[in-house]
């Protein structure tokens, strides 16, 4: 679990930013969705991670904190290691702790604008046009080097048993193992030390004095020599690695024996051993790509990887070939498909910069799915993955994360708070002894009061609130303070007061008594400006837009901070502001 992410000096965060610490349990394997909006600072976060290289933080002239280059940028992550204790890893523009536990990756907007001009005779035409650079997969694509295997070389080496040696020639061919191989590669350099080759040669010095077929020598080192080739360390790593792949071999000592082959390889050239290990993981991570993209080549034929001027990428086609949604989707599986390649670490961290915030419906339900197989993919591999996507579209409003367990953070804390009287009010305003009095009194405009003072004693409200009267009081109070700028105030109290300033402004404009009458006994908002409209009332639209504020904070769906930050939006407070 990561306990804290914390930004400074980096584009809108400086330093001890209130907002600069993201504060929350993030659960690995589950989609956390980070919500603000704007102007918050969510690019900040993913523009960190984007500067956030092996070494350390390598961030643009024009990323730094108000242009200032010499405030020193840093990121710090607080997390809960295997054993639930809190450790913490740093990075700064000379330092990073953070590869030692974490793999990351960001996904962004690739969509850029392209300025052209034309020149029409002795006129120049200016247009511009939507373009979308090509995905870089690999950065270089390594040259063809293979391996100088040979057994027969090996069994001259060997000597009078080399028949024991298995052909191990397929193994090189084998990609994935290859690629754990290479994480290995520490220990292959250090069998080559005099010390381990001295005892390979003197297991070599011994197995040579036994006579018998290969299955009985083979029988011979399982009894009388493992333990001492379990004793090489570097070549016993080898060895384990070797064991955890199904490669046929019968005898443990086998994988001690294809080891010792593959230690020999590499120091009779470890230069060329290495090129040869970079060109095979380049073809396997190629073999992949050429994988997952195939699915999409029916309908979109030129999406596939290429290597092109010395890199493997995928072009994207021309905005006129290919719709927006197609064309952001592509993007995300090209970029969600590198992400995946590069994240190989026990613990990493995805961060997707609002690429959802811009698809339809059906293309948001396929790039969640693949996110959804990545997820699926991780925890099957026992690693933590922790996607974090930030978003400015609340999915308590717009129903745009659909995952079955995500989890929803709001960045911008507000000191806004409900007052816990009028939460189990709205808890309990379906309450057959109050519901049609409450939502008509004390949730809607109603110009004469009513006294629910018993009723609310009865379901242990606050009694003195059973009076309408009272109850408005401590509504329009609290939306006095919200009004005046006040950071301190209920968020729920405003909403209610908006809806009845709303539907008191449409209610003051009807002239007629009876019409005024049928106003109050319609129900809900709309209708209720609807019949007004009808009436010969003109009601502005920023009434039906406030909508969305008014009514889901006259019903308690755990929507507090969802609430607080709408009612933060410097257009939603002008908006509301105009009622008056």
Sequence with gaps: MIKNITITNIKGIGSGASNGTFEFDISENKPSIFVAPNGFGKSSLATAFKSLKRSKIDLHKDDFHKGNDEAVPAIEISYLDNAGAV?????????????????????????????????????????????????????????????????????????????????????????????????????????????????????????????????????????????????????????????????????????????IQISSDYNQNPQCFKKAIRRSIYELEKEHYDRIFQDFNSSWRDFKPKEKEGKLIVEIPKAHHISNGQRDVMCFIALLKKAEMSLTKKRSILVIDEVFDYLDDANLIAVQYYITQLMAKFKSEDKMFYPIILTHLDPSYFKNFTFSKQKIFYLEKKDAKINQHLKKLLINRDKPEIESNVSKYHLHFEPSPINLRQEFETLGLKPTWGDSAVFDKYVFSEFSKYLNGDTVYDPFAVCCAVRKKIEKYAYDQLNDAGFRQEFLDTHKTPNKLKFSENKGVTIPESFYLLGIIYNDGMHWKNNEAAISGKLENLTIKKMIKEIE
């Excluded at 590869?99 to 300025?115: P, S, T």
């Design 87 to 259: 450790q913490v890893v740093n990075a700064t523009e000379s330092t990073n702790d953070i590869d030692g536990v974490f793999d990351w990756f960001v996904i962004n907007n690739q969509v850029f604008a392209k300025a052209k001009k034309n020149r029409i005779g002795d006129n120049v035409i200016a247009s511009a046009s939507l373009e979308t650079p090509p995905v870089i997969l690999s950065n270089s694509i390594p040259e063809r080097c293979v391996f100088n295997y040979s057994v027969s070389r090996q069994k001259t080496r060997i000597g009078k048993n080399g028949k024991v040696l298995s052909n191990i020639s397929s193994l090189y061919d084998n990609k994935e193992l290859i690629k754990k191989l290479n994480d290995h590669i520490i220990y292959l350099t250090r069998s080559s030390g005099q010390r381990v080759q001295q005892k390979i040669d003197d297991f070599i010095q011994r197995l040579n004095m036994q006579d018998g077929s290969r299955v009985e020598i083979l029988d011979w080192i399982d009894n009388n020599e493992i333990e001492f080739l379990y004793g090489i360390n570097n070549l016993s790593e080898v060895a384990s690695l070797l064991k955890s792949f199904d490669l046929g071999f019968s005898n443990n000592s086998e994988n001690y024996l294809a080891a």
